[in-house]
């Protein structure tokens, strides 16, 4: 397992939760290490375009994380700002995202006060359409911290659903490569069996 | 739809887990980092670590470090955080957010500073008041041991403008007395607030929980005894509602 180094994004709790499962996993922002990755996680925590642009301070990642994704089709997974990357722009900057899916990331605004942003805590998703993630799950709870959510073109790529004032696509998917806007490696034991998953998936 | 919270504040006073009452006598409840684990095994949502040791300098990472490796939730910290250098360490340990009080107090310019780098959401400040005859209700720093000229409200919303994405606030004069929360300023604060709002001191039960979560705008508590003491009076019993009885209201 291989997870993309996107500058500010702190991984502490990830590294956590996969040492405990068991899971081995190199942080990398060199695209000669990940060139050996069998599955990808793009975790992130921040703005959307300091991770955009650190990225493209770092030679030929870009390249080779669209590579391993669209061409050699290895299961990746965008967690939170991870996710948003994968699409194409947000409403949250000026840089292009990664293109890998295609959709845009908007703000969440609403007139009622009962909806703070950012959508804070522990929140229900429902699956939009069956995938390796969600196998065996009676009930899927998972926490989330977000202010921006995914819009993405086309419906059949929204793989869960959640509710916060509106439906948004908590989870999307396209092939191999997945997006959670949802914190797996703070969300105990759905967060554990969801990632143990993904690298069935 | 978006599950209020219940979250156990927990006290580190000098390495031991501790409960206070209106902020004195630390009584011993336990080894932290075995206490925090039980909460984890309970799939507790969510856990708040605050420091307040008294002549504590800087955070005990090691101890914080421990208790992040095998705590699969978020995780707030605060206590002598009093620095960007600080705030970074702890994120980098596995926490999610940063809790500022006395630091935020002395130089609101922190909260902008953790916020613009980490972001609102891992930016919270802790809010401590006490009311009396002749200072009217005040904001306390050093826990609760030093009056300051700021009311909570404003401060608050201070606060919020200077990019803080949460705010705990802790009435003194209720914590650990088992005597219901200070609702009427928690439910004007919330009022006022745009962002989360936990509020914290003086829970008694369960029910008293989901009447106020029925009843008010409240959607975030704040636990203390609660979850470390079996009933009033009673020895130490490290215990979380499950998660239905909260939401079946």
């Known amino acids: ?201 | 739809m978006l599950q209020k919270r219940l979250i156990p504040v927990l006290l580190l006073c000098d390495g031991m887990l501790a409960k206070t009452q209106k902020f004195k006598r630390p009584c011993y409840i336990g080894d932290p980092v075995n206490t925090i684990r039980i909460f984890n095994e309970l799939e507790v949502d969510e856990i708040i670590v605050l420091d307040i040791s008294r002549n504590r300098k800087v955070p005990e990472f090691e101890i914080l470090q421990e208790i992040a490796r095998e705590c699969f939730i978020p995780l707030s910290y605060g206590g002598s955080v009093n620095s960007l250098e600080t705030a970074e360490k702890i994120f980098a340990l596995g926490y999610e957010k940063i809790i500022l009080n006395t630091a935020a107090i002395n130089n609101p310019s922190i909260i902008s500073e953790i916020s613009n780098k980490f972001g609102s959401q891992a930016t919270v400040v802790s809010i401590d008041y006490k009311k009396s005859l002749i200072w009217g209700t005040k904001v306390y720093a050093d826990s609760g041991r030093k009056r300051t000229p700021l009311d909570p409200i404003p401060w608050a919303l201070k606060c919020q403008e200077n990019g803080a994405g949460e705010i705990l606030i802790t009435s003194i004069d209720h914590e650990g007395c088992w005597k219901g929360l200070d609702v009427d300023l928690a439910i004007r604060l919330r009022k006022s607030l745009r962002i989360p709002l936990i509020c914290h001191g003086g829970v008694p039960n369960i029910s008293y929980v989901e009447n106020l979560f029925f009843e008010t705008q409240i959607n975030a508590v704040g636990v203390g005894n609660l979850v470390v003491y079996q009933k009033q009076g009673m020895g130490v019993l490290i215990n979380y509602p499950k998660n239905k009885s909260i939401e079946t209201k």
Request: hydrophobic share 35%.
């Open chain 1, 1 to 201: 397992m291989h997870i993309v180094n996107c500058g500010a994004g702190n991984i502490g709790s990830l590294l956590n939760m996969l040492k405990f499962l068991n899971i081995e996993a190199k942080v990398t922002d060199d695209w000669r290490e990940l060139s050996n990755a069998s599955r990808i996680i793009l975790p992130g925590v921040g703005a959307f375009d300091n991770a955009m642009s650190y990225l493209e301070t770092r030679d030929g990642l870009i390249d080779e994380l669209k590579n391993k994704a669209l061409n050699e089709r290895i299961p990746t997974l965008g967690i939170c700002l991870g996710m948003q990357l994968l699409l194409e722009s947000s409403a949250e900057g000026t840089s292009h995202g990664l293109g890998i899916i295609s959709g845009v990331c908007e703000r969440f605004s609403f007139d009622d006060n009962n909806y703070n942003v950012p959508h804070m805590g522990w929140n229900n998703v429902t699956i939009s359409k069956p995938s390796p993630l969600s196998e065996n799950f009676d009930e899927m709870r998972f926490y989330f911290v977000h202010s921006y959510y995914c819009k993405v073109s086309r419906s059949e790529d929204v793989l869960f659903t959640t509710n916060y004032g509106t439906n948004f696509a908590s989870g999307i998917s396209n092939g191999n490569v997945y997006g959670v806007q949802f914190h797996p490696e703070k969300s105990h034991k759905f967060g554990m069996k969801l990632l143990k998953n993904f690298m069935q998936a």
